[in-house]
């Protein structure tokens, strides 16, 4: 096999070995940006649930259902 032969066998085995590696052979996990937006979703969800539950109606509707269950004979 000539020399040229030998090295586009050698460059076709490095660019399958890209490829491969590109199509997700070696990724783990979640970048550093994908858990800082996951991070922000979940503040943003956070703070949209607290002001959903001590609104006025949602906080007497949760006080109405705790008293009921506190008063509920044995």
Request: proline share 1%.
């Amino acid at each position: 096999m000539g020399v040229e032969m030998r090295v586009w066998k050698r460059v076709r085995e490095q660019a399958s070995a890209l490829v491969r590696r590109a199509a997700g052979g070696e990724d783990a996990g979640m970048t550093t940006s994908e858990y800082a937006m996951g991070t922000i979703a979940a503040c943003a969800f956070a703070a949209v649930l607290y002001k959903v539950v001590t609104s006025g109606m949602v906080s007497s509707a949760l006080e109405a259902a705790v008293g009921r269950a506190l008063h509920v004979p044995f």
